[in-house]
């Protein structure tokens, strides 16, 4: 009943739950609380975005879940959630936009801090998925300052070499979609430790090319996030570390190029080479394409520049690689 998707089931089963943990409180025999039980009505609780307003559910899981841990340190429960139930509810908070976002997050992590760290609750500690959604938040947030708040709270982190690459990625994330104008020389320092430790993948390489991509400010600005821009394409596409690529990293770098290149000439030689590696690799796909008529507009230049119009059908041996 608890994890229902039926809202009439659920508002049941989160009744026969509350009944289920008075009866515990009062110290009924036959009644036995389970990190799994606490976990489940969480996320009833949570799924209760199915009905109503993202952040209602994310206050009402929040609430319940600081109920608990209240009832915890009174002793009036001797068992709380585990971390799969605390990052439910961090998760909750990470599909929405409200204004508390942040600090509730932050008030969840500390909350895991406090328990594993002061209490000895080490089922509650925070793991490398608790580090992903709280970036995650930091990612939607449009505080300023928001990307270089995330990279202190990512310095902080226990077994710093042992996190996962999607931790990793997702403080590119963070940066990425800041407004920072020194965004990608701080995604490309974040890039280079990442070799240095085997931990980029593709998503690595593309999340810093968006960066450069996207990247604002004056020409000074600009020029450095397209030299990073050129610099990681490059290093991708003679990569030893990566087995793979996809058609977004040659699209990204394309719009790139078009977005900070000021010079007309160099950025056409950029777009013309990197067509013919895309060409070479099999991956001129329906991105690659719009990238291409959009920084070349006319028929007849792309027929100059490329050899070819984009137009009329592709060679089969260009598009052999999308999937």
Not at 15 to 30: A, E, G, N, T, Y
Not at 33 to 61: G, Q
Not at 272 to 300: N, P, Q, T
């Amino acid at each position: 009943g608890l994890s229902s998707k039926e809202n009439g089931n659920r508002k049941i089963a989160i009744h026969v739950f509350q009944r289920m943990l008075d009866l515990h409180i009062k110290k009924h025999p036959s009644v036995k609380l389970t990190p799994t039980a606490l976990n489940l009505a969480i996320r009833a609780y949570c799924l209760e975005a199915d009905r109503k307003p993202n952040e209602m559910a994310a206050f009402d899981a929040h609430r319940f879940l600081f109920d608990l841990v209240k009832k915890y340190k009174k002793g009036q429960i001797d068992v709380l959630p585990d971390v799969v139930g605390f990052n439910t509810v961090l998760s909750s908070w990470a599909n929405t936009n409200h204004w508390k976002t942040i600090d509730k997050t932050e008030e969840i992590y500390h909350l895991m801090k406090e328990l594993s760290d002061n209490l000895g609750v080490e089922s509650v500690r925070p793991d490398s998925y608790t580090y992903s959604l709280f970036l995650n938040t930091y990612a939607r947030s449009k505080q300023n300052d928001i990307a270089k708040k995330a990279h202190i709270f990512f310095n902080q982190l226990e077994h710093h070499d042992g996190l996962e690459t999607y931790v990793y990625n997702g403080l590119l994330n963070v940066w990425a979609k800041s407004k920072d104008s020194k965004k990608a020389i701080h995604a490309r320092i974040l890039l280079d430790d990442m070799l240095k430790k085997k931990k980029a993948d593709l998503s690595t390489f593309n999340i810093v090319l968006n960066t450069c991509a996207f990247t604002k400010g004056k020409k000074d600005a600009k020029q450095k996030a397209l030299n990073i821009a050129i610099q990681t394409y490059e290093e991708l596409v003679q990569s030893k570390h990566i087995n793979d690529f996809d058609e977004l990293s040659f699209a990204t770098t394309m719009k790139a190029v078009t977005n900070l290149c000021s010079n007309p000439e160099e950025r056409v030689g950029h777009l013309k080479r990197i067509f013919e590696d895309c060409c070479k690799h099999g991956m001129v796909g329906k991105m690659v394409l719009k990238e291409l008529r959009y920084a070349i507009h006319s028929d007849e230049r792309r027929q100059s520049v490329l050899g070819h119009n984009l137009m009329t059908p592709l060679d089969s041996q260009w598009t052999r690689n999308i999937r």
